[in-house]
């Protein structure tokens, strides 16, 4: 028969429908270790109130350490007569100590209080497991921008040849944002490291119970000030949910790249064996499975945040039984962001470049016209007139086909009187990129510092 919380004033229990659509210990069993880190602190401040003495107090603490274990072990587990896993682990509770003890543990907290917990708990733990995992990949881009530092690449706008940059200022372009997502994790973690124990249904704990001591407890830094905000609100689950969305799009963006690369038409890297999948009908194929299902996978994890805010979007204060949905999409994130990581630090560490094909391509398609024009402005022409002139200097090779340093002396003199041979020291990959030499541009010297400053911080992170 179902054991259930609120047996008192009902004649049945619930119809199987209703079961079916409310029972949650399908997804949210993981919790409960920490329900039962939970129920040992909140068993302490019942000592403290006086509501257990001593020998119960013993007694309840070994049957929940009994119950710890045995859901470690798989040998206590939640059955279908349990609605969620705070039922579940009453259940268990009461079978390891008996009914009188055993039923002592849930006064003066709620199953609203205590899930609003458990969110909170689970999310500190898994932004520091993901945080370890954003940062192993950090330490890979970090390590192969050092490995090709000084090739050049096509650096594009638009996808477009744009201007040469260093293949490690790019590859470095990736780490920073994860760097970022690292830190919004801890800075979230400060948030999510106030406890809501001891808010009750809603309005409070009424038993003499102290709130702060469950918090420290469990290595939160403080306890709610307001009861109902601490069991109606969720923006801790939304704003870790948001953190986790970015970095998949981060991730996701990075794959574009890789899988373009990937192609004949680019060349510009190979993927590792181990790391990349055949077709079981075209024996050449080799394809790119990481980064195509990181960036599919991104948007189910993108949809998981929408999900759990359109969730929120329209309750009322205080605790909704809605807000039993908030589990599923963070755990949905959690999970393929777990699978995602490895996989994708392994195939970055592991792909081979093609530098040559990259420094080939580098200079080509008029991307050191901008060059030309800086050239010019630092001999004194207003920017205006030197970008008019480069742009001349692109009309003309597009016109003969062919690149801006086959243009001759007489044609260079030709579409202005500035343009004297001397301008050619700037029409090479080198110079281009040399001139870049300011903080966070592209120049072998600036690059080579921010090889360093994104490791510092990664260890800082860690
Ligand atoms: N399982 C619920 C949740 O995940 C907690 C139980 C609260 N239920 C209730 N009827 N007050 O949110």
Known sequence: ARLSLWGGRFASGPAPALAALSDSTHFDWRLAPYDIRGSKAHANVLHRAGLLDDAQLAGMQEALDALARDVASGDFAADPSDEDVHTALERGLIERAGADLGGRLRAGRSRNDQIATLIRLFVRDEARRLGAMILDLVDVLQTRAVEVHGAAMPGRTHLQHA??????????????????????????DARAAISPYGSGALAGSSLG???????????????????????????????FAFVLAMTAIDLSRLSEEI??????????IRLDDGYSTGSSIMPQKKNPDIPELTRGKTGRIIGDLTGLLATLKALPLAYNRDLQEDKEPIFDQVDSLALVLPAFTGMMATLTFNTERMAELAPQGFSLATDIADWLVRSGVPFREAHEISGACVAKAEEQDKELWDLTDAELSGISAHLDPAVREVLSVEGSIDSRDAKGGTAGPRVAEQELEVLRRSGELR
């Open 163 to 188: 201007q040469p940059v260093l293949l490690s200022h790019h590859l470095l372009a990736h780490a920073w944002p994860l760097l970022r997502d690292v830190e919004r994790l801890q800075d979230l």
């Open 209 to 239: 119970l102290d709130p702060e001591a469950v918090a420290e407890e469990l290595g939160f830094t403080g306890s709610v000030w307001n009861s109902i905000d601490g069991t109606a609100s969720r923006d801790i689950a939304a704003e």
């Open 259 to 268: 899988i373009l690369w990937n192609t004949k038409e680019f060349s510009f």
